[in-house]
Each structure stands twice: as structure tokens, then as C-alpha cells.
Nanobody, 116 residues
Framework: QVQLVESGGGLVQPGGSLRLSCAAS????????MKWYRQAPGKERERVAA????????DYAESVKGRFTISRDNVKNAVYLQMNMLQPEDTAVYYC?????????WGKGTLVTVSS
């Protein structure tokens, strides 16, 4: 079965950096796009970044362009989100996502808190 496990969240000061990881299994990872979403308290879940399977093409939300970088390792079956210049408004639970065989799959999320 498809499993997505996020890690790397934590508390960071404004202007700091974090790198999130998502370990994936149960599907042909290299063929499928992967996405990072986030959900802040009281807000809807929003897509932060996406990366295609074979070409590695990327796409970002306007709010994180120039600060966040999504990447993937098709050997390790992992996707990453490097987050730089973090701001308090980036505080959220971050989720890894893929869409496989007509179903959305989500990890349990990892909490990122940006605060001084």
C-alpha cells in the first residue's frame, strides 16, 4: 500500500531554514508527481510545491517562490522541501502528497513553527 512519511519539521526563528523529507513507498515513485501542501491553523490546506516524476519539472505557490525548493531522489524514493527565509506565516503542518490510481494519498504531516 502507498505510504508517505514526512519528517524534518520543528521550531525555527524567522529568517531561518528547514529541510523537510518525505519517504514514499508502495507505488512506482519515479513515474509520479509529488507535492507538498501545508495547512495553517484555521486555514484551508494549500499546495506549496510540486515536482514531476521523470523530468523533475517544478511548480511553486507564489507565496514561496524564491524561498522554497522542491527536489526528489528517485533512487531513495524521497521528496524534499528546502525552506529558506522562513517567516511566521509559513507556520503550518506540511504534508506530502501523491495521486495514484485515482486516489489522493497523504502523509500524517510534520509541524513547522516559525517564531522568535
Amino acid at each position: 500500500q502507498v505510504q508517505l512519511v514526512e519528517s524534518g519539521g520543528g521550531l525555527v526563528q524567522p529568517g531561518g531554514s528547514l529541510r523537510l523529507s518525505c519517504a514514499a513507498s508502495g507505488f512506482p515513485f519515479n513515474l509520479y508527481p509529488m507535492k507538498w501542501y501545508r495547512q495553517a491553523p484555521g486555514k484551508e490546506r494549500e499546495r506549496v510545491a510540486a515536482i514531476s516524476g521523470l523530468t523533475g519539472a517544478t511548480d511553486y505557490a507564489e507565496s514561496v517562490k524564491g524561498r522554497f525548493t522542491i527536489s526528489r531522489d528517485n533512487v531513495k524514493n524521497a521528496v524534499y522541501l528546502q525552506m529558506n527565509m522562513l517567516q511566521p506565516e509559513d507556520t503550518a503542518v506540511y504534508y506530502c502528497n501523491t495521486y495514484y490510481k485515482l486516489m489522493d494519498y497523504w502523509g500524517k504531516g510534520t509541524l513547522v513553527t516559525v517564531s522568535s
